[in-house]
């Protein structure tokens, strides 16, 4: 499904009318109109009024048109364009197929197979309904350089359309009550959550607490990725619920929420996870990073894997990376099918020498299902914070009711 822009329409008209991009800006030139403004209209679904004449006469199209090229259809024409559904669908042809043939993996073992292609291109030869689970962290389109050249500096309506395309090849081969998680910068997860709507469900917008990022003027400073995740159909097949230490200061270990009286009824296996993770840091330490540019965290991919799918389900992450999503996967018993454009012997060697990766998921399962770690623990008994051990031991502190349903909407719990 393409997301077209107002460009896209100018564009495609001159070709089809054999008018070259000059003729196209001196005609608006005519009309007052800069270059730069319709340079705009890379980014927008819209005609700015002041644009309206001049943009509806190059066209040659009718307000309605140009609605319907954009994939709107305007309110009062919706009945009669649901009457007439199948004769619009008769009118259209579709564009010939590209003829599909097999890729050959770079890597193979037990639990996956690596491909060094455009993820498309190897989408395309999966059958549909084949996956438990897809995760994605694609380029940001922030113009970053990657070793597999692909260009991260594209407009909003071709990072959009490629954006689509790859998603929507992914929903196919998602099984029904498989689930599809997608990481990217908000303004990017609005438009990937609105085109998903369209055909899953909806089920988790996570935010990921981001550290160290840069400042941008006139905006409020970025403090999170999106992680958003759907549906296919209605209902989860999988949902393990997992629960992590409380947030507490690491200088003195006093809770950094307030708990209240709810404290002697915390759950010694840890708390939920919220839809807000505070405890994902970034692989930045020379030492733990795999290549030289980003790569997501084994604590991240254990929590999303261990709570979407079970052992021996089939995952699948495009945009191979590092690996992690590989790596993480396989230590867990599941499988993963993934493809990298770019370097892939990284991923090769990081799966084929698991060490690295099996002392961080060793130290992160530590920390899962505890209330408190051992250090945290040693340190609040140091000074004088109750333990699940001295909250059972003192029952004197029950709080009514009343309270503790105050106490649990105060600290959200
Ligand atoms: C943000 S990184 C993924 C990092 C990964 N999650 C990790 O933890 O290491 C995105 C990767 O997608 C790759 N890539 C970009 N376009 C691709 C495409 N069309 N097919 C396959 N890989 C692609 C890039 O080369 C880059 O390595």
């Known amino acids: 499904m393409r997301f077209f822009t107002v460009f896209d329409l100018l564009i495609n008209h001159a070709k089809r009318k054999n008018i070259s991009l000059d003729e196209m800006y001196a005609y608006f030139r005519q009309r007052d109109i800069k270059k730069t403004q319709i340079e705009e209209l890379q980014n927008s679904a819209y005609i700015p009024s002041e644009l309206q004449d001049s943009v509806l006469s190059f066209l040659n199209m009718t307000e309605l048109e140009i609605a319907l090229a954009l994939g709107r259809i305007p309110e009062k024409y919706q009945n009669s364009f649901f009457e007439n559904i199948s004769r619009i669908a ?7 197929e590209e003829n599909i043939s097999s890729v050959a993996p770079f890597f193979e073992n037990e639990y996956g197979k690596l491909y060094n292609e455009d993820c ?14 897809v995760f994605a962290d694609p380029p ?14 594209l407009t909003t309506s071709d990072y959009l359309n490629w954006t689509y395309q790859w998603i929507d090849e992914c929903v196919r081969i998602l099984k029904p009550g498989g689930r ?13 959550a609105g085109h998903l709507s369209k055909q899953l469900t909806f089920w988790d917008w996570i935010a990921v607490d981001m550290k160290f990022s840069l400042p ?3 905006r409020l400073y970025p403090a999170h990725y999106g992680l958003i995740s759907f549906i296919k159909g209605t209902k989860a097949n999988t949902f393990n619920n997992q629960r992590i230490p409380m947030q507490i200061c690491r200088h003195c270990g006093g809770e950094l929420k307030d708990y209240g009286g709810y404290k002697a009824k915390m759950n010694p296996a840890g708390v939920n996870v919220s839809d807000v993770w505070s405890d994902i840091y970034p692989v930045r330490h020379r030492n733990s990073k795999n290549r030289k540019y980003n790569e997501l965290s084994v604590k991240l991919l254990d929590r999303v894997i261990s709570m979407s799918t079970n052992p021996g389900d089939v995952i699948f992450d495009p945009f191979g990376g590092s690996g992690t999503t590989y790596a993480v996967a396989q230590m867990l018993k599941r499988r993963w099918i993934g493809t990298e454009l770019g370097d892939c012997e990284i991923i090769k060697q990081r799966l084929l020498h698991p060490e690295k990766d099996v002392l961080q ?9 505890h209330l408190f770690t051992d250090d945290a623990l040693a340190l609040r ?3 004088g914070f109750w333990t699940c051990e001295s909250v059972q031991r003192n029952d004197n502190e029950k709080p009514n009711n009343e309270q503790l349903t105050l106490n649990m909407i105060l600290s959200g719990l």
Not at 120 to 130: D, E, P
């Open 180 to 192: 599809i998680f997608i990481y990217n910068i908000p303004k990017w997860c609005v438009y990937i």
């Open 381 to 383: 008994k140091k000074n």
């Open 216 to 218: 941008i003027q006139s």
């Open 120 to 133: 498309i291109k190897v989408l395309n030869t999966l059958s549909s309904n084949c996956v438990d689970m």
């Open 361 to 369: 998921l060793q130290k992160v399962c530590e920390e899962k299902n």
């Open 90 to 96: 008769g009118l259209l042809s579709p564009d010939e």
């Open 140 to 153: 940001f389109n922030l113009g970053k350089t990657y070793d597999s050249g692909v260009d991260d500096n």
